[in-house]
């Protein structure tokens, strides 16, 4: 599992500004330079500093910062994968090159019959697709609500910087107070998006009941019928998967399958193998 494909593989202006408090014991060389990719990934077990040091140093900037961006890299540290040291020559070696699309360029082997790998890889991005089929607003309403509790997590900062100051500015409390409204606003809107995606979640379970039946099932043992009816729009990716756990050789047709809704990438591949 993992390898790479061998088909190359302060003042009121303050008011209307975000802020980040920083504890001061928290900052350093990486952190004032703005390196974000080694602050963030480098205690990460899917990569070790040394790695990323070395891509660095190795790799155009360009192309440093659209690896760690990319849908393969991202998927790894989602499942904990490791970088493996051919991988990590076949990245090195081809960055020579003047254009690169990551994520057209590295794919992974999966192992459908790793419950881990058959959830994370699979299930869960056909069931995202799936819901957002159901309520096309889905990932919009998602992804505000993520980008709301930041705003609201900066007023907050903002009202905490305006209550511990000692300034003496006339407008002070006024600074305030429009602190304390606009949070009120967005909790309101933070309550609003909650609602509606919860609305939206419990419309899909009433649709798919026994998605989680099927989920919690697999920390024991992988059987795709406990996920039955599934819903019309992956019957066939359904029937396809439950071939493949027979023998069929069937793992071209689910690649097809999602690949054309942008659920694995180019240079991916399935198969079913069980040590049983």
């Not at 509790?149 to 600074?175: M, R, Y």
């Not at 309550?191 to 609305?199: A, L």
Request: charged fraction near 20%; hydrophobic fraction near 40%; charge should be neutral.
């Amino acid at each position: 599992m993992g390898s790479i494909n061998n088909r190359l593989h302060s003042n009121p202006v303050l008011s209307n500004r975000k802020i980040t408090i920083i504890n001061p014991n928290n900052l350093n060389r990486n952190h004032l330079l703005g390196n974000e990719v080694i602050t963030h990934y480098k205690h990460a077990e899917p990569i070790h500093a040394h790695q990323i040091e070395l891509l660095r140093r190795l790799l155009p900037r360009a192309l440093f910062e659209s690896f760690f961006a990319s849908t393969w890299f991202r998927r790894r540290v989602e499942c904990n994968i490791p970088l493996k040291r051919e991988e990590l020559k076949f990245i090195i070696r081809t960055a020579s090159q003047q254009s690169i699309n990551w994520d057209h360029l590295l794919g992974d082997t999966i192992n459908l019959t790793e419950p881990h790998f058959l959830r994370y890889w699979l299930l869960e991005p056909v069931y995202q697709w799936w819901l957002t089929s159901l309520a096309p607003s889905y990932p919009m309403l998602k992804n505000e609500l993520i980008q709301l509790q930041v705003h609201i997590n900066q007023l907050k900062a903002q009202s905490e910087f305006w209550t511990i100051t000692h300034t003496e500015l006339v407008n002070k409390s006024s600074i305030q107070q429009e602190i304390e409204q606009k949070k009120r606003l967005s909790l309101d809107q933070e309550r609003d998006y909650q609602h509606k995606i919860h609305q939206i979640e419990q419309t899909a379970t009433q649709m798919w009941p026994n998605w989680f039946v099927g989920i919690e099932q697999m920390s024991q043992q992988i059987n795709l019928t406990t996920f039955m009816e599934v819903p019309e729009n992956i019957r066939d990716l359904w029937l396809l998967l439950t071939q493949l756990a027979k023998g069929k050789d069937v793992s071209a047709l689910i690649h097809d399958w999602l690949y054309v809704r942008h659920l694995c990438l180019e240079n991916d591949s399935f198969y079913w193998c069980s040590d049983q």
